[in-house]
């Protein structure tokens, strides 16, 4: 029997997350994530709030079944009507999930400005709330808004708030809501919260990111004493986000003291799950994952100094703080032109070339070093570093050959006598000793026009005679250009990050003056890399 305490995490991506600016979840991709929650282990999944929008009324009526806690989230009721009589918070019940986050007034400014009630209307708001929803059998957690503003304004009041919820039955959640609360000012004030009576395992943390304390606000009152902790997944939230349960999940299970002193639902056996969970809500929302992320970034683990990399080949913890496996992360050895032979030779080594001829390594190491004079840029381009050295070592397949390709762009006016433009691409290959062409648009669904590149690559993917099926899973989700001379001498830096149904992610680079070729050479690396990983053969 483990003597470890119990800290529940409560996850809501689907509520708190979708107020981040640009993001707009359907049913089906709720449905998706909170699946993938429910895989990793959190204790709750606060679904949304039932009644205010219909994609949340409908994700509750086919939400999927859990193991962990189902929650709909909503409100305390309104003054001058019962809770038995109040319509948004019958939309909540009526959720029929197991559990009810209701958020309420704590602070007396936001009580008398924004509610425009009396303080004891908003305690009773609070109070007959909780009471209702005990009274129909569910789990109750109360959201004290601007908890921490409050008590450091009002404590009397702010303290009589959450005794309320309390005293009727909710587990308290003191929500930073503004984001401006320092660590040390949450450890100190959820001391006397549970010094008033509360006991930690009644009483949770609600983190903002607005001074970039989040993950270390909660950690604070976790150290304080609260044993239940909310935040969502990558971070997402209103303005600068939510506390980050990607970072705080690995801390607690991998971090002293927290490793020995709290269990959590997350499994050691399922951190693994991490990355991956991550990079799939990137995906969903067609955002490029951030690289420097703690624990789950592709730079994470990221040793381009060849210093550094020498010591890595020795012990990866000389500049590392966990494995990366652990998180289902892995370590890479950029390569650029501070590189050196041991930065190479691990590199390969994680290409799976180990027995190669030595003697090719300062051959390998010029060619890297004058192309990156050209402009090429491998440390941000892996992907490519590793065709240039299996090209060098005589390892890499030539799979087809583009003979030639011709990119059009149209400007004309449409029925509607608007002026659109249509890009049009033209690719003629050769696998083995066949020749083929495809022509593709850059239109989409919505008739706009995606652009050259885009025309081009639908067009290169189109038909590639025994390799395309192995490259029907290959979508291209960041595009980057820079220009690395200036003057008539200018030259383009195209960087091109795809990813697959496998959950790889791979950069590749080109560069040309001309930005159209830039971008097919980094666009023929990306489908090369691709079929080097799926086995592909030489027809």
Not at 75 to 104: F, I, Q, W
Not at 230 to 236: A, K, M, S, W
Not at 340 to 361: C, P, V
Not at 519 to 530: C, G, M, P, T, V
């Amino acid at each position: 029997m483990s003597s470890r305490e119990r800290l529940t995490l409560f996850d809501t991506t689907l509520r708190d997350g979708q107020q981040t600016q640009g993001v707009q979840f359907s049913t089906p991709e709720k449905i998706e994530i909170a699946k993938m929650l429910d895989q990793l282990g959190v204790d709750y999944i606060e679904g949304g709030w039932p009644g205010a929008n219909p994609t949340d009324s409908e994700f509750f009526s086919n939400a999927p079944k859990t193991k962990a806690t189902m929650t709909a989230f909503g409100m305390t009721k309104r003054a001058g009507r019962s809770a038995e009589n109040d319509d948004v918070l019958a939309a909540v019940l009526n959720a029929n999930t197991p559990a009810v986050c209701l958020v309420g007034k704590t602070h007396d400014f936001h009580v008398k400005t924004a509610l425009g009630i009396t303080l004891d209307e908003n305690l009773e708001n609070i109070e007959k709330s909780f009471q209702h929803i005990i009274s129909q059998s569910r789990e109750a957690l109360f959201d004290a808004e601007h908890f921490f503003d409050g008590y450091k304004s009002n404590p009397d009041y702010a303290l009589s708030c959450i005794h309320a919820a309390f005293n009727a039955g909710a587990l308290v959640v003191l929500c930073d809501t503004n984001g401006g609360t320092l660590p040390a000012e949450i450890t100190e004030i959820v001391g006397k919260v549970i010094a008033s009576g509360i006991p930690g395992d009644r009483l949770g943390i609600h983190t903002h990111n607005d001074t970039d304390n989040a993950v270390a606000g909660s950690l604070a009152a976790v150290d304080a004493g609260a044993r239940h902790i909310q935040g969502t997944l990558n971070g997402l939230g209103e303005r600068c986000g939510n506390a980050n349960l990607t970072s705080l999940i690995p801390t607690l299970l991998l971090k002293e003291p927290y490793k020995s002193r709290y269990a959590i639902g997350v499994k050691a056996e399922n951190l693994n799950l991490l990355t991956l969970a991550s990079r799939k809500l990137d995906d969903i929302l067609n955002r490029v994952p951030n690289k420097h992320a703690p624990y789950v970034g592709a730079s994470a683990f990221a040793h381009k100094a060849g210093l550094h990399a020498s010591a890595i080949l020795k012990d990866p913890a000389t500049y590392e703080h966990i494995d990366p496996d652990l998180v289902g992360n892995s370590r890479i050895i950029p390569m650029s032109n501070q590189a050196g032979q041991s930065n190479l030779r691990k590199r390969l080594a994680e290409m799976g070339l180990k027995d190669i001829d030595t003697s090719a390594l300062p051959r390998i190491l010029d060619v890297i070093k004058q192309r990156e004079d050209d402009g090429y840029s491998y440390d941000t381009a892996q992907a490519s570093f590793e065709l240039l050295a299996r090209r060098e070592l005589g390892l890499l397949p030539k799979f087809f050959e583009v003979k030639r390709y011709k990119v059009t762009v149209e400007r004309r006016k449409n029925k509607y006598d608007k002026m659109i433009s249509l890009s049009e691409a033209v690719v003629v290959v050769k696998v083995g000793k066949d020749k083929m062409l495809s022509v593709s648009e850059s239109m989409d669904e919505t008739g706009s026009d995606r652009g050259p590149v885009n025309a081009l690559s639908k067009a290169l993917a189109k038909d590639l005679g025994p390799y395309s099926a192995m490259i029907d899973d290959m979508r291209l989700v960041d595009f980057k250009v820079r220009i690395t001379q200036g003057g008539t001498e200018a030259v383009t830096r195209v960087i091109i990050d795809s990813a697959d149904s496998k959950g790889r992610r791979w950069s590749t680079v080109g560069v040309s003056p001309n930005i159209v070729d830039a971008s097919f050479e980094a666009l023929l690396d990306a489908i090369n890399w691709k079929l080097v990983q799926e086995g592909a053969h030489v027809s």
